[in-house]
């Protein structure tokens, strides 16, 4: 489980370091840097894939996502006795990024290139510093690997660290070059873990939804990013999951309903059978708010639950008679993932805070830059460049 969880020099987020439960709601008006927050955890996500520059790349490169203002707020910017003004830069430009669980860390630095007259691709940011700790804190005693620029070392059996890559490109990762299962079987763990984090923000309920679609099936344990495999994923929670949950989070959502999946040649297709109705709504004539808590029901009940759940504003287009027995779904589901819902639907908001295991991050932006209300920030520590 993630206990902490660091952003600095992202978009509104200049500097946030948070302690993090097992369910932990997100929530803000708009412009406060919910979508930061949620981007830049989906972005430390992607380093583990070897994704993590072109996703900067996606988001207009390194100078779109770099905090957008002073190094330093003082006191007067913040008492509004003077505006808020560009300051004397003491630091290097740097997007850091970083989380800690119960048994490890691991923190990522990256910067601006070094200019190059025989390279295309000289706007692509490089990553200046990693570093993979045991425990919760950053520290000389504690870290087993680090990167330099190009060069990886790690502690040996000897107690010695010693050099393990001496040449890793500024774009690459050491979490997807150096993870050896002999020589560094923790970093190996901590990015299959790492890789294991779903994220659902895409979960289409347009007309042309995959959702909507006889698609064919196969098991799906776990629900693909865009929901076009729903009716495969619900037919597996049927076989081999809770099949009791499922009937009866469907019957308190939609009284009285229930949802079967109906099979031709190998094509499956969602079908919901209605009280009052004499045959049952395929996939394309539900509404899209039907076809959303269908959709975060298959996610949520997955049977395969992974370490990290992350939900970027579920409440999308759910009547605010869904909210109850989403909320429940999602505090069911936080006894087997941790989760973090990004919502600014106060009834969720408030239904999930009241979970046992749950904590409130109340976003604001007072000054320009994205801050928790009430935040005690744990300790923390960036690696050195």
């Known amino acids: 489980m993630l206990t902490t969880l660091a952003i600095s020099g992202y978009r509104s987020i200049r500097d946030l370091r948070l302690p993090l439960e097992r369910l932990n709601i997100v ?88 200019p190059s007259s025989t390279s295309l691709f ?79 923000d895409h979960l289409r309920t347009d007309m042309e939804a995959p959702a909507r679609q006889p698609r064919l099936g196969t098991r799906t344990p776990v629900l693909a990013g865009d ?3 729903l009716a495969a994923a619900l037919q597996t929670i049927i076989e081999i999951g809770d099949t009791r949950a499922l009937a009866s989070i469907i019957d308190e959502a939609f009284p009285g309903s229930q949802v079967r999946i109906s099979e031709s040649a190998g094509l499956m297709e969602v079908e919901m059978h209605q009280p009052g109705l004499l045959r049952p709504l395929r996939a394309r004539e539900l509404s899209d708010g039907t076809l959303r808590f269908l959709l975060l029901t298959a996610a949520l009940m997955t049977p395969r639950p992974p370490e990290l759940m992350v939900l970027n504003e579920p ?4 009547h605010p008679s869904l909210l109850a027995p989403l909320a429940r779904l999602i505090v069911a589901a936080s006894a087997r ?6 919502s600014h639907a106060a009834p969720l908001v408030e239904a999930l805070a009241e979970a046992e295991d749950a904590t409130l991050i109340a976003l604001s932006k007072p ?10 920030p744990p300790q923390w520590q960036w690696p050195e460049r």
């Open 315 to 318: 409440e999308t287009s759910l």
């Open 122 to 200: 000289s706007q692509d940011p490089e990553i200046k510093a990693e570093a993979v700790w045991a425990g919760q804190a950053l520290s000389r005693r504690t870290e087993f690997a680090s990167r330099v620029g190009p060069a990886v070392t790690a502690l040996a059996l000897s107690g010695r660290r010693e050099a393990v890559i001496s040449d890793l490109a500024p774009y690459e990762s050491m979490m997807t070059h150096a993870a050896d299962p002999k020589s560094l079987p923790e970093l190996l763990t901590l990015r299959e873990r790492m890789r294991s984090w779903r994220f659902y």
């Open 27 to 114: 929530t803000g008006p708009n412009g406060s840097g919910k979508s930061s927050f949620y981007k830049a955890l989906r972005l430390l996500c992607d380093v583990a894939q070897g994704a993590a520059i072109p996703a900067i790349a996606a988001e207009g490169g390194l100078q779109s996502t770099l905090w957008a203002g002073p190094e330093e707020i003082s006191r007067a910017m913040k008492s509004g006795e003077v505006p808020v003004q560009g300051t004397l830069r003491k630091g290097p430009v740097a997007l850091r990024l970083g989380f800690a669980t119960d048994d490890y860390g691991y923190a990522i630095d990256l910067g601006l290139p070094r």
């Open 337 to 342: 993932s941790q989760i973090i819902t990004v």
């Open 367 to 376: 000054h320009g830059e994205t801050e928790v209300i009430g935040n005690d």
């Open 227 to 229: 929901g076009g495999d």
